[in-house]
């Protein structure tokens, strides 16, 4: 969708996308023991892909997107959404993270996975004009 069909002004989106951006900060100052991922992928056959992506320094300095994933064959497996509730008669709520608690035979794993703040300040945006565009 571009920016010219948004019924919304710049400003407020920056500000939406700001506040979310605190939000998740405020989430990682919490939970710096997670581990914060890319993506996850969970299979049930009983394994799970994390997706995490960095930069890595190579030939003289070029920096490259370095993606890596980690495999792990779970017994059981946690998710718990972290929304911000903005409240009213009927509640909005807005995803921020996504946190999984992964557990194997003999040990445990903690991912975090935070949402895109301008797509989730899009989503927002939509919810309280009710302006629902189908993409």
């Known amino acids: 969708m571009s920016k010219e069909h948004e019924p919304w002004d710049i400003d407020t989106f920056r500000d939406v996308v700001s506040w979310i951006k605190e939000e998740q ?3 990682r100052e919490r939970l710096k023991d997670y581990v914060e991922i890319a993506d996850i992928i969970i299979y049930p056959e009983g394994e799970i892909v994390a997706i995490h ?3 890595s320094e190579a ?3 070029t920096v490259f997107e370095v993606e890596t994933k980690t495999y792990i064959k779970y017994r059981h497996y946690t ?3 972290m929304s911000i509730e903005v409240g009213g008669d009927t509640p909005i709520y807005i995803d921020v993270a996504r ?3 992964v557990y194997t ?3 445990s794993f903690t991912f975090i996975l935070y949402f895109d703040p301008e797509a989730q300040a899009r989503i927002f945006l939509k919810k309280i004009l009710r302006y629902d565009i189908e993409e």
Do not use: A, N, R
């Open 59 to 61: 030939f003289g300095g």
């Open 53 to 55: 992506k960095g930069y």
């Open 99 to 101: 946190m999984c608690d």
């Open 105 to 107: 035979d003999g040990e």
């Open 79 to 81: 998710v718990t959404y």
């Open 25 to 27: 900060d405020k989430i």
